[in-house]
């Protein structure tokens, strides 16, 4: 019998623009590159060079630290550049795709009969093991960490989020597989929302099921931990991408690395918001090509609006991306007496505006952020939004102090920046919450180090 947990606190905003499931376009590029920056925490070291000829599942980079954790070349083909920035840090690995792929054969193994540590060794030597991240620090998880659960979260509701149901179509088996492979490790959490009725999902076997009845961010897995098994200090809880669930059953039924995944490509200037089935590390460019209402004055996200990174057509797709999503700058707009107004097309979340007295509708909104930087007000903005077992005000306060004391009796270790996302974008004060998140976890990771 699943668990049904009630949430009260959060904020659906609700976009247009939501991608439409019906139709699934496959999505192929010439060129593909793997990102060390999807992998947070990871300091790449590159074991390829221009040139090299490489298969779908060898190594492009591995992790500098623990060189056992290797990133596997999404597909077949010859590495054409090794892109660096600044003080030579490795921006990505590009491949030129062959047309007729190639795989390395791991070999199909039965989960069932495998034990944690094989399960450990084979994501290991697929390259795939970085793909699981952490609590504390939100982070890739290493090697030699012991965690005392792990969590998959399989709904999203960020605004304009992809629906995992219909990217489990066609994967079940792979699926089930891989949270087997997983519960050989550690007990395994499933979080799924009331709404979903996939019995891949609702029916998943060797996992406890928790059902989230709540606005967002309830899947948030962050959220998830705090309600089920909260982390304290020394103890670590991995947390899987439902879609490397599927990576990770794949490579055990059928002895392959493959990352294909479906992509939802929404928001309001995208001109046929859809699904797409493509690979991890595929361009934007090929994404959005013929997508965009206008090339001018749109800003493209590498994931959702609230928590994704503002990108350009010559980035790529992100190890945990979802959503690759269109929105207005917002950069042309100018509005005469705007904030006198009564504004039936902006969203507020506070009541400011008319809008709210007509019901649920979809809102098509910007980029701005409609002010500047201001002092931080205690307001309880946060509290009303972040459905979580600790003070979000006075833990960003602490951040911001830098004072470590505080931040871990203030629950630092159970969060991560797309926590705050929602909090974020209430904030009257207008402040960066996940940057500062991610730059108090980063402080409090380099102490402990």
Known sequence: MANV??????????????????IIKPIKSAEYALVPDS????????????GDCVKAGDALFVDKKYPEVKFASPVSGTVEAVVRGERRKVLCVKVKADDTQQYVDFGTKDVVKLEGDAVRAALLEAGLFGYIQQLPYAVATTPDTKPKAIFVSAF????LASDFEIELRGNEKDFQAGLTALSKIQKTYLGVSKQQTSSALISAKDV??????????AGNVGVQVNHVAP?????????????????????????KVDLRRVIAVAGSEVKTPSYVETLVGTPLSAMLE???????????INGNPLTGHKSTLEDYIGAHTSEVTVIPEGDERHELFGWILPRLNQFSASHSYLSWLLGKKEYDLDARIKGGERHMI???EYDKVLPMDIYGE??????????????????????????????EFVDSSKLELQKIVRNGLAMLRKENA
Request: proline share 4%; aromatic share 8%.
């Open 5 to 22: 947990i009630k949430l009260r606190k959060g904020l659906d905003i609700n976009l247009r623009g939501r991608a439409n499931g019906e």
């Open 231 to 255: 982390v304290n200090k020394g103890e670590v809880v991995w947390t899987v991408d439902p879609a490397a669930v599927i990576f990770f059953g794949r490579l055990f039924n059928t002895g």
């Open 378 to 380: 205690m307001s309880g």
């Open 208 to 217: 406890e099921i928790n059902i989230f009845d709540g606005k967002c961010p």
């Open 39 to 50: 992998f947070g925490g990871v300091t790449p070291k590159v074991v390829v060079h221009e």
């Open 290 to 300: 013929g997508q965009l209402n206008a090339t001018e004055h749109v800003r493209i």
């Open 156 to 159: 999203r509701d960020m605004p």
């Open 394 to 423: 006075y833990l960003v306060k602490a951040i911001i102090a830098e004072d470590i004391d505080k931040m871990e009796q203030l629950g630092i270790y159970e969060v991560s920046p797309e926590d705050f996302a929602v909090a």
